[in-house]
Nanobody
Framework: QVQLVESGGGLVLAGGSLRLSCAAS?????????MAWFRQAPGKEREFVAG????????WYADSVKGRFSISRDNTKNTVYLQMNSLKPEDTAIYYC???????????????WGQGTQDTVSS
């Protein structure tokens, strides 16, 4: 099995920054997995935020966060990070970490999920 545990969420003022971490573990976890961050706001569908290839050599972002968010990973620690800068109230959501081989932007492409961490951006 694979376990993903997010941390780093919280309350921040608009314009501020947060850094999320997602630690992966489990006998079947592979550092060959692509990793991604998704988010879900109240009453909305889960949406793609950012993704990173297994090597970290390729990254991709939703247009809404491009230039403000940065995804990275440390395979020696089985951890992926999401640095979020210039936060806006519309970034308020539960943020989820996901892992699988697919590297897609669709949630259905990921078989492993964390429990989520709440990020609230106050105006």
């Amino acid at each position: 099995q694979v376990q993903l545990v997010e941390s780093g969420g919280g309350l921040v003022l608009a314009g501020g920054s947060l850094r999320l971490s997602c630690a992966a573990s489990g006998r079947t976890f592979s550092s060959s997995y692509a990793m991604a961050w998704f988010r879900q706001a109240p009453g909305k569908e889960r949406e793609f935020v950012a993704g990173i290839s297994w090597s970290g050599g390729s990254t991709w972002y939703a247009d809404s966060v491009k230039g403000r968010f940065s995804i990275s990973r440390d395979n020696t620690k089985n951890t992926v990070y999401l640095q979020m800068n210039s936060l806006k109230p519309e970034d308020t959501a539960i943020y989820y970490c996901a892992a699988d081989y697919s590297g897609q932007r669709c949630p259905l492409g990921y078989g492993y999920w964390g429990q989520g961490t709440q990020d609230t951006v106050s105006s």
